[in-house]
């Protein structure tokens, strides 16, 4: 009887152990899996990144986008085809592992014809695409649309029966998730004979939701706030495991995290899992080694106790002090399909972080984020302080990352060319578009206002109507808000067009519709002859003026410094300084514009880089108050000018130094600032703000380095790109979260707590 | 095999033709596909390889000289041309990579073709990589670049320009 109740309570006890074990694990972390969606515009997905149009040989000139039917077809008078984009935005941060893309047919063809569906390689702006053009007045280099040779998928229409065209898409998908472009694709018939066939497919307009085109994509999602804090000899890594995304289908349970580590560089990006393997703790990948599998699906944490062997340049153990620790996660669900896209060479996107272990706290370092870029660009973030930050890149993508833990708001919004230069972030308070807007200028001779909350271009145009007007500087704006008067905010950017040194241009965009305002071009109707122009202009409330800094042919015979009426263009003054590649910045009561040129000269013919010369001039009547050589090259992008009210202190970086100087109005002199230059190797312009006792800079040493800003001492340093040499980009500061942000050259962005 | 060509006395290029696998892939009318034979009625003779030539010159010199070495402080714009040879009927997409001296990633571009419906003898694309006033010589990214191109995801050619400090 005793033995019975024993055995009877040991199997409650058991039972009891078993069900709140399930129960933890159920209240720890939601069941998640694989998934899989199908994207379709609808009342609830409005597909604002979404476009569609068909091109019609016959009418090369027509803009067929919007309507309820797309057509592909080889008709008499001309080929037709249809071009369908999707909006991604629900899934940001996923490894793509299928996608099926359907068409529904309309009206069938006269006879059973085949057609493919091919990525479209450049970018096309929806309510201007024609047959010949893919924005305004830009052509396709192919008129009918640019597309690669062979197509991705192809799909037979029978003139009977056939009811949707589907297309096996995924290395399109997933190519979208590894750095390429998405511009949507293109479908045409397979055999273009003018033999008369077309096809009528739904558009994403469609009137009934039947017809509406269908994305269906099996994914799995990567953990989100992925951090490591560093210890003494420990490292302590967090994230966040995904929870389903709303409308998504479960198809296989999630089982856990597979963590690689390496160290003193980051994981190698060839070093993914291969979907359909298990992975054993200390397996080796060619560089990387795993160092954590979690045991359940709840695991959100993991001190690094690694026993693995050393692998390379990670020693093996645990963490060491002194070391830079680079980590990569990757899900995986029951049947191990890991969160990245299996692309050979590819580069794969999963979440990352970094920490180096010390013994105190100031002998520690870590990285709030890091986020994959795919590109170079040392350009500094763009942001808009906590809530968003922008990173452009030179592959012809715009990233919209939440500044807490660096993740994708949406997947990058593809523009037409590379972004070389810092894009102004303009909130809804303050903008007359009424919306969260960044102001994008690119080397496709585009500019583009879009939508930071969502990624949508609002409106994308070319000011100047000619492809070869590329742009190199960043946007400058003049506010409604601030300048008044009935004009919406205007856009101000110049061109570069290295192909004159006479004919670049200044132009000024209504910030609302993209409509160009005004022109100022070299050589015409008075203006004096214009060379390219790198550099961001500067609006001047208080003069009621937009500065703009050009270069000058290599000499001082014309000008390169230009006063506008920022409403007109006009030009109000100008001054001959020489090559200017350095934006110009006022002072803080705007009554001392800086300006540095190059002083580049002709020696023998060629321009030969000089010592850069920093300029102070009235920005009343562009009169020169005084000069200081810098006796170390041009400076990097654009000084930083610090104070309320003089003497200001202006901090440049050039070729091999950070130096700070004051400037005292009235006296109208330089003096140093600092006991001495600050010597680095090559940095970047410097970031600071009045007030802050700190000035960050980056270098080709591969750091961030936090200076004194009293005395210029480099107090400490944090690791952001471990390349050789390393670039660093242009720092940001954010100031609501206390954060700096910085691009590189390894394809990365990074976030980084300060002070150090 | 198509023989190399050089650019000027400087050239240093290094051509990767391929040719019928390719055509098969995407063009319609080769003699690949159609079959064509030869005039003594034996195989078809093989089409001609595709392959690309790369060159360099600086937009802000006269004529625009090419040359595979360039001083960064120097150069306005980097002009680069590639020049295609037999590229089959049909569109094509042309990759352009320009790799930094790390071998990381600068700029990835790309360029529709259209060879219409017979095979292309000869075509150029032109490509401006900013240089003055850029980070390249405001960082000091100088060295080895080096210049991919593909066309239709097949690699054709690389070619290699030294810009010096």
Same mark, same amino acid.
């Given at each position: 009887?005793?033995?019975?109740?024993?055995?009877?309570?040991?199997?409650?006890?058991?039972?009891?152990?078993?069900?709140?074990?399930?129960?933890?694990?159920?209240?720890? /972390?939601?069941?998640?899996?694989?998934?899989?969606?199908?994207?379709?515009?609808?009342?609830?997905?409005?597909?604002?990144?979404?476009?569609?149009?068909?091109?019609?040989?016959?009418?090369?000139?027509?803009?067929?986008?919007?309507? *309820?039917?797309?057509?592909?077809?080889?008709?008499?008078?001309?080929?037709?085809?249809?071009?369908?984009?999707?909006?991604?935005?629900?899934? *940001?941060?996923?490894?793509?592992?299928?996608?099926?893309?359907?068409?529904?047919?309309?009206?069938?063809?006269?006879?059973?014809?085949?057609?493919?569906?091919?990525?479209?390689?450049? +970018?096309?702006?929806?309510?201007?695409?024609?047959?010949?053009?893919?924005?305004?007045?830009?052509?396709?280099?192919?008129?009918?649309?640019?597309?690669?040779?062979?197509?991705?998928?192809?799909?037979?229409?029978?003139?009977?029966?056939?009811? @949707?065209?589907?297309?096996?898409?995924?290395?399109?998908?997933?190519?979208?998730?590894?750095?390429?472009?998405?511009? /949507?694709?293109?479908?045409?018939?397979?055999?273009?004979?003018?033999?008369?066939?077309? @096809?009528?497919?739904?558009?994403?307009?469609?009137?009934?939701?039947?017809?509406?085109?269908?994305?269906?994509?099996? +994914?799995?999602?990567?953990?989100?706030?992925?951090?490591?804090?560093?210890?003494?000899?420990?490292?302590?890594?967090?994230?966040?495991?995904?929870?389903?995304?709303?409308?998504?289908?479960?198809?296989? *349970?999630?089982?856990?995290?597979?963590?690689?580590?390496?160290?003193?560089?980051?994981?190698?990006?060839?070093?993914?899992?291969?979907?359909?393997?298990?992975?054993?703790?200390?397996?080796? +990948?060619?560089?990387?080694?795993?160092?954590?599998?979690?045991?359940?699906?709840?695991?959100?944490?993991?001190?690094?106790?690694?026993?693995?062997?050393?692998?390379?340049?990670?020693?093996?153990?645990?963490?060491?002090?002194?070391?830079?620790?680079?980590?990569?996660?990757?899900?995986?669900?029951?049947?191990?399909?890991?969160?990245?896209?299996?692309?050979?060479?590819?580069?794969?996107?999963?979440?990352?972080?970094?920490?180096?272990?010390?013994?105190?706290?100031?002998?520690?370092?870590?990285?709030?984020?890091?986020?994959?870029?795919?590109?170079?660009?040392?350009?500094?973030?763009?942001?808009?302080?906590?809530?968003?930050?922008?990173?452009?890149?030179?592959?012809?993508?715009?990233?919209?990352?939440?500044? @807490?833990?660096?993740?994708? #708001?949406?997947?990058?919004?593809?523009?037409?060319?590379?972004?070389?230069?810092?894009?102004?972030?303009?909130?809804?308070?303050?903008?007359?578009?009424?919306?969260? !807007?960044?102001?994008?200028?690119?080397?496709?001779?585009?500019?583009?206002?879009?939508?930071?909350?969502?990624?949508?271009?609002?409106? !994308?145009?070319?000011?100047?109507?000619?492809?070869?007007?590329?742009?190199?500087?960043?946007?400058?704006?003049?506010?409604?808000?601030?300048?008044?008067?009935?004009?919406?905010?205007?856009?101000?950017?110049?061109?570069?067009?290295?192909?004159?040194?006479?004919?670049?241009?200044?132009?000024?965009?209504?910030?609302?519709?993209?409509?160009?305002?005004?022109?100022?071009?070299?050589?015409?109707?008075?203006?004096?002859?214009?060379?390219?122009?790198?550099?961001?202009?500067?609006?001047?409330?208080?003069?009621?003026?937009?500065?703009?800094?050009?270069?000058?042919?290599?000499?001082?015979?014309?000008?390169?410094?230009?006063?506008?009426?920022?409403?007109? /263009?006009?030009?109000?003054?100008?001054?001959?300084?020489?090559?200017?590649?350095?934006?110009?910045?006022?002072?803080?009561?705007?009554?001392?514009?800086?300006?540095?040129?190059?002083?580049?000269?002709?020696?023998?013919? @060629?321009?030969?880089?000089?010592?850069?010369?920093?300029?102070?001039?009235?920005? !009343?009547?562009?009169?020169?108050?005084?000069?200081?050589?810098?006796?170390?090259?041009?400076?990097?992008?654009?000084?930083?000018?610090?104070?309320?009210?003089?003497?200001?202190?202006?901090?440049?970086?050039?070729?091999?130094?950070?130096?700070?100087?004051?400037?005292?109005?009235?006296?109208?002199?330089?003096?140093?600032?600092?006991?001495?230059?600050?010597?680095?190797?090559?940095?970047?312009?410097?970031?600071?703000?009045?007030?802050?006792?700190?000035?960050?800079?980056?270098?080709?040493?591969?750091?961030?380095?936090?200076?004194?800003?009293?005395?210029?001492?480099?107090? #400490?340093?944090? !690791?952001?790109?471990?390349?050789?040499?390393? +670039?660093?980009?242009?720092?940001?500061?954010?100031?609501?979260?206390?954060?700096?942000?910085?691009?590189?050259?390894?394809?990365?962005?990074?976030?980084?707590?300060?002070?150090? | 095999?198509?023989?190399?060509?050089?650019?000027?006395?400087?050239?240093?290029?290094?051509?990767? %033709?391929?040719?019928?696998?390719?055509?098969?892939? &995407?063009?319609?009318?080769?003699?690949?596909?159609?079959?064509?034979?030869?005039?003594?009625?034996?195989?078809?003779?093989? %089409?001609?390889?595709?392959?690309?030539?790369?060159?360099?010159?600086?937009?802000?010199?006269?004529?625009?000289?090419?040359?595979?070495?360039?001083? &960064?402080?120097?150069?306005?714009?980097? &002009?680069?041309?590639?020049?295609?040879? $037999?590229?089959?009927?049909?569109?094509?997409?042309?990759?352009?990579?320009?790799?930094?001296?790390?071998?990381?990633?600068?700029?990835?571009?790309?360029?529709?073709?259209?060879?219409?419906?017979?095979?292309? $003898?000869?075509?150029?694309?032109?490509?401006?990589? %900013?240089?003055?006033?850029?980070?390249?010589?405001?960082?000091?990214? &100088?060295?080895?670049?080096?210049?991919?191109?593909?066309?239709?995801?097949?690699?054709?050619?690389?070619?290699?320009?030294?810009?010096?400090?």
């Amino acid at each position: 009887m005793i033995a019975q109740l024993r055995v009877a309570q040991i199997r409650r006890i058991a039972w009891l152990k078993a069900w709140s074990m399930l129960m933890a694990l159920f209240m720890a /972390g939601p069941v998640i899996a694989r998934e899989q969606i199908t994207i379709q515009k609808s009342g609830t997905n409005p597909q604002l990144r979404g476009a569609d149009a068909t091109l019609n040989q016959a009418n090369p000139t027509l803009n067929l986008s919007g309507q *309820p039917t797309i057509t592909a077809g080889t008709l008499a008078a001309g080929n037709e085809h249809a071009i369908v984009q999707f909006d991604l935005s629900l899934l *940001p941060n996923v490894g793509v592992k299928q996608a099926t893309l359907t068409l529904h047919v309309i009206t069938r063809p006269t006879a059973a014809r085949t057609y493919g569906a091919y990525p479209i390689a450049t +970018f096309f702006n929806q309510p201007d695409v024609t047959w010949n053009t893919r924005v305004a007045t830009t052509p396709w280099a192919t008129a009918g649309g640019d597309i690669p040779g062979g197509a991705t998928a192809t799909a037979v229409v029978n003139a009977i029966g056939t009811t @949707t065209a589907q297309f096996n898409v995924t290395t399109d998908v997933q190519n979208w998730y590894n750095a390429t472009p998405n511009y /949507g694709w293109l479908f045409k018939d397979q055999t273009q004979d003018n033999s008369g066939p077309f @096809t009528v497919f739904g558009s994403p307009e469609a009137t009934l939701s039947t017809n509406v085109p269908q994305l269906q994509i099996n +994914f799995v999602q990567n953990v989100s706030n992925f951090s490591a804090t560093p210890g003494n000899n420990t490292i302590t890594l967090n994230w966040v495991n995904p929870t389903p995304i709303t409308g998504s289908t479960i198809l296989e *349970p999630y089982a856990g995290v597979m963590i690689l580590r390496y160290a003193t560089l980051p994981v190698h990006k060839s070093d993914v899992p291969t979907d359909g393997t298990t992975y054993a703790v200390c397996h080796k +990948f060619a560089q990387s080694t795993v160092v954590f599998v979690s045991p359940s699906a709840a695991t959100t944490s993991w001190t690094d106790n690694s026993a693995c062997t050393a692998n390379l340049a990670d020693p093996g153990g645990p963490p060491k002090n002194g070391t830079t620790y680079y980590y990569k996660i990757f899900v995986f669900d029951n049947a191990h399909n890991y969160s990245d896209q299996p692309i050979a060479n590819g580069t794969v996107f999963t979440e990352e972080i970094s920490a180096t272990p010390g013994a105190s706290a100031a002998a520690q370092q870590n990285s709030v984020w890091v986020n994959a870029t795919f590109a170079t660009d040392l350009a500094a973030p763009s942001l808009f302080p906590g809530t968003v930050i922008m990173v452009a890149s030179q592959t012809n993508l715009l990233f919209g990352l939440d500044p @807490t833990f660096g993740l994708r #708001k949406y997947p990058p919004v593809s523009l037409g060319g590379p972004i070389f230069s810092r894009s102004p972030i303009i909130d809804a308070a303050d903008s007359s578009l009424a919306k969260n !807007v960044i102001y994008v200028a690119d080397s496709d001779s585009l500019v583009y206002a879009v939508a930071t909350d969502t990624g949508q271009i609002l409106w !994308v145009v070319n000011p100047t109507g000619a492809a070869t007007n590329a742009f190199q500087g960043g946007i400058s704006l003049q506010l409604k808000s601030i300048a008044g008067g009935a004009s919406n905010d205007i856009a101000i950017i110049g061109t570069r067009n290295g192909a004159t040194t006479t004919g670049n241009e200044i132009v000024g965009v209504d910030g609302n519709t993209g409509a160009t305002k005004w022109q100022t071009i070299g050589n015409v109707g008075g203006v004096a002859a214009m060379d390219i122009i790198n550099t961001t202009p500067l609006v001047d409330y208080v003069n009621g003026a937009v500065w703009v800094a050009s270069r000058s042919a290599c000499a001082a015979a014309q000008p390169s410094l230009w006063k506008l009426n920022p409403n007109s /263009g006009t030009v109000l003054a100008t001054a001959s300084l020489g090559d200017i590649d350095a934006s110009p910045v006022l002072s803080f009561a705007s009554d001392v514009l800086f300006v540095v040129y190059n002083g580049n000269h002709l020696v023998a013919g @060629t321009c030969t880089a000089g010592n850069g010369v920093l300029t102070a001039i009235n920005p !009343v009547n562009g009169a020169t108050l005084g000069t200081f050589n810098t006796g170390d090259g041009a400076i990097v992008d654009y000084p930083v000018v610090l104070g309320s009210s003089s003497p200001y202190t202006i901090i440049f970086s050039s070729k091999t130094k950070v130096q700070a100087v004051t400037f005292t109005l009235g006296t109208n002199t330089f003096a140093a600032a600092w006991p001495a230059p600050i010597t680095l190797n090559v940095p970047s312009a410097p970031i600071s703000i009045t007030g802050s006792a700190y000035v960050f800079v980056g270098s080709n040493d591969g750091k961030i380095h936090e200076l004194n800003a009293t005395n210029g001492t480099d107090i #400490k340093d944090e !690791v952001a790109n471990t390349g050789q040499p390393g +670039f660093v980009g242009d720092p940001s500061l954010d100031l609501t979260l206390s954060r700096v942000y910085v691009s590189t050259t390894d394809q990365r962005a990074y976030g980084f707590a300060y002070p150090f | 095999m198509k023989r190399r060509r050089k650019i000027g006395s400087r050239g240093n290029l290094k051509v990767r %033709p391929f040719g019928c696998a390719l055509i098969l892939m &995407v063009v319609s009318f080769s003699a690949c596909q159609t079959g064509s034979t030869s005039a003594d009625g034996g195989n078809p003779p093989p %089409p001609p390889a595709v392959t690309a030539t790369i060159s360099f010159c600086d937009d802000g010199t006269v004529d625009c000289e090419p040359a595979n070495s360039f001083a &960064v402080g120097a150069v306005r714009d980097l &002009v680069i041309k590639v020049a295609w040879e $037999n590229l089959p009927a049909g569109s094509h997409m042309q990759t352009l990579e320009i790799l930094m001296p790390s071998g990381g990633p600068y700029q990835v571009t790309q360029t529709g073709l259209d060879a219409g419906g017979a095979i292309l $003898n000869s075509a150029t694309t032109t490509r401006i990589l %900013p240089v003055a006033g850029t980070s390249i010589p405001q960082r000091q990214i &100088v060295g080895n670049w080096m210049i991919r191109v593909s066309i239709d995801g097949q690699s054709v050619a690389s070619q290699m320009v030294v810009l010096n400090p």
